[in-house]
């Protein structure tokens, strides 16, 4: 996560140009939440980022407690996921969009069920790689390009040695699909870690970023990339579990 909190890391780029999460998902998470009596008082998102998340929550929430974006029920608070700075049985649900990866898993996981209060939830979901919706082909470059960057994908929750034998329920593959431009996708990849590392070590040298979009344009037959969309789905998994103490 030391990428992001870089001084030189363009934070409005990343706003801007990452995919939102569906009403559907968060309908799930409050539906989980209300089916075993929880309350709709207070909230943390850990790893907020830019806050996209923290402004959908604090629709629903009374006190949403993030680094996010100014609003009356929201509370920045910069912590460690491994540290979290709020007292025993505090909260009624944490959530971490798009940054489980980036913990210490166990000691989140400890001080989740520490600041929960006794029913309260725990929401974990993120995104993974693209898909160019009915184009086997421009997905496959998208897919070399991810890989590349990154290694070999996995969901969250497919990881060997993680334990997930206390999560709750599993909902996987409720896809975002936005339609977007070739100018916007490459934006997009552009504003991963891993470019940004790549970048940094190679800064004269063409980024991969550039070289994919390039193959993506013919995959797809895009001719002004400016102006014409096209489809893109991001498979999306959600992971919910009520506090048991």
Do not use: C
């Not at 968060?26 to 980022?49: E, P």
């Not at 790549?198 to 063409?206: G, L």
Request: charged share 25%.
């Amino acid at each position: 996560m030391a990428t992001f909190s870089r001084a030189n890391f363009n934070s409005p780029l990343f706003r801007d140009f990452r995919p939102n999460y569906t009403p559907a998902l968060y309908d799930l998470i409050y539906r989980f939440h209300a089916g075993h009596g929880g309350k709709f008082l207070d909230v943390v998102d850990v790893g907020t980022g830019t806050g996209l998340v923290a402004e959908a929550l604090s629709e629903k929430f009374d006190k949403m407690l993030s680094n996010a974006v100014q609003k009356p029920n929201i509370d920045y608070q910069e912590a460690s996921a491994e540290r979290l700075p709020f007292a025993d049985s505090r909260v009624d649900v944490i959530t971490s969009g798009q940054a489980f990866h980036w913990f210490d898993h166990p000691k989140f996981f400890g001080e989740a069920k520490r600041i929960l209060k006794p029913r309260g939830t725990l929401a974990i979901f993120g995104y993974s790689v693209s898909i160019i919706k009915d184009n086997k082909e421009a997905t496959d470059i998208f897919y070399e390009y991810a890989t590349g960057l990154i290694g070999k994908v996995h969901w969250y929750f497919s990881h060997e040695g993680h334990d997930t034998t206390n999560l709750g329920s599993v909902s996987q593959n409720q896809f975002m699909e936005h339609q977007i431009t070739l100018d916007w996708f490459e934006t997009f990849a552009k504003t991963w870690s891993t470019y940004a590392n790549y970048r940094e070590k190679h800064p004269e040298a063409e980024g991969p970023a550039e070289r994919m979009i390039r193959r993506l344009s013919k995959a797809i037959g895009v001719k002004d990339r400016d102006t014409e969309t096209f489809a893109v789905q991001w498979p999306t998994v959600l992971v919910v579990a009520e506090n048991d103490k």
